[in-house]
T-cell receptor, first 112, second 113 residues
Framework: TQLLEQSPQFLSIQEGENLTVYCNSSSVFSSLQWYRQEPGEGPVLLVT???GGEVKKLKRLTFQFGDARKDSSLHITAAQPGDTGLYLC????????????WGAGTKLIIKP | GAGVSQTPSNKVTEKGKYVELRCDPISGHTALYWYRQSLGQGPEFLIYFQGTGAADDSGLPNDRFFAVRPEGSVSTLKIQRTERGDSAVYLC???????????FGPGTRLTVL
């Protein structure tokens, strides 16, 4: 069974601090997606990483795909209250063309 | 254009009752997914449709759960003899052919008393 483990499960920090969220697996993925979900809404895609070692930036968010395509990280610089939400990673297995493997999520709270 | 819509947004029912949850995907999205999500957790896969057919229903927890998509567009998730453990947010997502991104609806919050 393929699993994606996210850590930490919960993080509460002050506005302006930096943080990193991790998504790890023993399995290889052809791509990995990061979603953000706010209360009462469905997840919304932030980024897809495809190539091992790839780094993508989205304003203050930096996403990295591990060289072996088994893990990924999300780094937020100078976090703001608007970054609060549930961050989910989802991996696309190499042998599947339709079903994503989902992590359990990291609940992030940024206090003003 | 319009996103994925789900109705109702909230459903409260009593144990043992039957419920139907509806999903309207984005037009042209042939792939449709149903997920269940508990508070603070990631989505739990239930069923995947490609067109009208259920390509993978391995996530349905038991035979009380059933889903249809008769015309390849709107889908209905049906739960018979509801139990308190069925309480969760039920999410629907749709996807364009050949693309990986799933577009989610806002979910239906089901509460079984």
């Amino acid at each position: 069974t393929q699993l994606l483990e996210q850590s930490p499960q919960f993080l509460s920090i002050q506005e302006g601090e930096n943080l990193t969220v991790y998504c790890n697996s023993s399995s290889v993925f052809s791509s990995l997606q990061w979603y953000r979900q706010e209360p009462g809404e469905g997840p919304v895609l932030l980024v897809t990483v495809v190539t091992g070692g790839e780094v993508k930036k989205l304003k203050r968010l930096t996403f990295q795909f591990g060289d072996a395509r088994k893990d990924s990280s999300l780094h937020i610089t100078a976090a703001q209250p608007g970054d609060t939400g549930l961050y989910l990673c989802a991996g696309d297995p190499k042998d599947s063309n339709y079903q994503l493997i989902w992590g359990a999520g990291t609940k992030l709270i940024i206090k003003p | 254009g319009a996103g994925v819509s789900q109705t109702p947004s909230n459903k409260v029912t009593e144990k043992g009752k039957y419920v139907e949850l509806r999903c309207d995907p984005i037009s042209g999205h042939t792939a449709l997914y149903w997920y269940r999500q508990s508070l603070g957790q990631g989505p739990e896969f239930l069923i995947y449709f490609q067109g009208t057919g259920a390509a993978d229903d391995s996530g349905l927890p038991n035979d009380r759960f059933f889903a249809v998509r008769p015309e390849g567009s709107v889908s209905t998730l049906k739960i018979q003899r509801t139990e308190r453990g069925d309480s969760a947010v039920y999410l629907c997502a749709s996807r364009m052919p050949g693309e990986n991104e799933q577009f989610f609806g806002p979910g239906t919050r089901l509460t079984v008393l």
